[in-house]
């Protein structure tokens, strides 16, 4: 018996078939973080980069990102999202972002939390790389979610 959803019994890749769930509250949270040095950090913080505000470029792309994620991701489903958020948090070795999802419907939002902290943490590399070239990106993942069949899960730390 074939356990994983995307496939289907001739091992083909499918769209999972979610016309039968029900509809229930869904939230998936999201985290990552970029590393810089301290000149691009303190260049974000002072509102100094020459592209402009990084923070609210990086929001506006994790927001955009989000409701794209069907278009970036081949099998997931366009989903008609009621709210997301970017937020961020400047601590001494770079930029933290975390970002949430949340809809009514039949299918869940992870994808759409990872993706918006993925394309506002590159937004603000791409908007502080003449400052810093090295920086990094990483711990990228999803921290909670709530709804559907299994419920509530949040990341032990």
């Not at 999201?30 to 020459?50: C, F, H, K, Y």
């Not at 990086?58 to 970017?86: F, N, Q, S, W, Y």
Request: net charge positive.
């Amino acid at each position: 018996m074939n356990k994983l959803t995307h496939l289907d019994e001739a091992g083909k890749a499918r769209m999972v078939d979610v016309g039968g769930k029900a509809a229930t509250t869904r939230l998936a949270i999201a985290e990552g973080q970029i590393r810089m040095n301290a000149t691009a950090l303190s260049a974000i913080r002072d509102g100094a980069v020459p592209k402009g505000d990084v923070l609210a470029a990086a929001r506006i792309a994790g927001i955009m990102a989000a409701k794209k994620t069907a278009e970036l991701i081949p099998l997931c489903h366009p989903l008609a999202l009621d709210a997301v958020t970017v937020d961020f948090r400047l601590d001494e070795s770079g930029v933290r972002v975390s970002a949430s999802a949340a809809l009514t419907g039949r299918t869940g939002v992870e994808m759409e939390a990872l993706t918006a902290v993925s394309v506002a943490l590159l937004t603000v590399y791409d908007m502080a790389k003449a400052i810093d070239k090295g920086m990094v990106i990483d711990g990228v993942r999803l921290i909670e979610k709530r709804g559907g069949k299994s419920g509530h899960w949040r990341v032990d730390d």
